[in-house]
Structure formats: structure tokens, C-alpha cells
């Protein structure tokens, strides 16, 4: 009962949601880019949008003509957190004990705030090579939403196995993509997929694909040093 009553709080806010989106002028209508009117094409002399494919400029730079620095961030992130399961981590650990219990309003309420955060993650991830946002900032976003769960519910604890396993195979394949723009193209990470219709949201070739995996890595990897923050060594 408890559960329905959770699904049918997030159903009706989802549904406001969308509506209150819906009907706002602030809020352009999906896939409406305007090429005219982009002055940053004058600075970072692009002068054909098309060729990239992506209506987020910003992105194209990062992720495509970029896209080796991007790689040493992810790097970057993947070394701190190796140094958190280092330092905390241990054989068997348990959660740390909260000074409050948390009562079933909040448990209920994170439960709700679970979903629509998450759901909110993936648009900005799927919506990277077209509005601000991408796969850093969607995988932060997953990981607030498990360090949520920490705070709200005593009982929880997130599958540290699972995220590990997660983080190695989206880095794994990010790898992967970028040896293949070597093979199939010229460059490593270069794009070897069709880019579309600019403002489509399929398009702008392998940027999409790689913002997914960027979130999937980056959400695993903070949600790995929560639970490494979050957590003790089980005395024997």
C-alpha cells in the first residue's frame, strides 16, 4: 500500500510537471535551434554547424574536437575515487550509524524525490548535445539522488558491486569508441557515425553515446565514494 501510495505522488507531480513546462514561453519548443543567431560560431570558427551535428556548441568542443581532454578528466575522477575505496574502504564494511531515524514521511518523500531526480539525470544526459547539460553534470545529479537515500533511510545501502562493475564497463567502452574513431576515421574519439539533423535528438554522430557513457562512469564513481564516506569497517 505504502508503495502505491509513493507511485501515485510521483505519477501526479511527473504530470504537473510536464505541464507547467509545457505551457511556459521561457521554455522553446523541442529541437528549435536557431543557426542565424549563434555568435559563438564567430569565436570558435565553426561556420558549418552541420558538419558536427550538435545544436550545443559547447558540447562539440568538448567532446568532439576535444574529446582526449575529456577522457583525462573522466581519468582524473576515476583516480580520487580509487584513492576514497583505498583509504575507506575495507573486507566488510557496514553503514555508519545516523544520530536520527529517519520517520516514514522521509523515507517516503526521498522515495518520491528518487524517481524524479533520476528521471531529471537522464534528461540532461540524453539532452547534452542539445541544451546544457551532458554527462557530467547528469552523473553528480545520480549520485545526489543515492546520497538522498543514505540520508533519508538508515537501512539503505547502495550495491558497491554493482557500481563498480558499472563504472569499469561504461569506461571501458568509452575506450573502445575512441580506438574505433582511430580505425574507422582518422583521430582518436573522431566521429564515425552520421550526425543528422541538427536539433534532432538523434544526432550529432558519437557525442550522445559518449555523454551516456560519461554519466553512467561519473555517477557510479561519486556514488562509490558515498558509500565509501558512509560507511565503517565491521569490527571482527
Partial sequence: MKNLFGF???????????LVLADTSAFPAFGDVNL?????????????????????LVTAIVVGFRGFDTLGEVTVLFISAL?????????????????FKPNFMLRVGSNI???IILVTSI?????????????????????????????????????????????GVAGSVFVVIGLLGLVLATAFLQNFLPVGTVGNLVSAGIIPVIYVLIGLKVGSEIAGIVDNFLTEEESA
Fill in 8 to 18: 501515485l505522488i510521483s505519477l501526479a507531480l511527473g504530470i504537473v510537471l510536464i
Fill in 36 to 56: 542565424a543567431d549563434r555568435i559563438s560560431e564567430q569565436y570558435f570558427n565553426i561556420t558549418n554547424v552541420e558538419e558536427v551535428g550538435s545544436a550545443n
Fill in 83 to 99: 584513492g576514497v575505496a583505498f583509504i575507506f574502504g575495507g573486507v566488510k564494511q557496514k553503514r555508519l550509524d545516523l544520530n
Fill in 113 to 115: 524525490l528518487f524517481g
Fill in 123 to 167: 534528461y540532461i544526459i540524453f539532452h547534452g548535445h542539445l541544451t546544457p547539460g551532458g554527462g557530467f553534470p547528469g552523473g553528480a545529479i545520480i549520485a545526489s539522488a543515492v546520497l538522498l537515500l543514505y540520508l533519508a533511510d538508515d537501512r539503505f545501502r547502495s550495491n558497491v558491486k554493482g557500481f563498480k562493475i558499472l563504472e
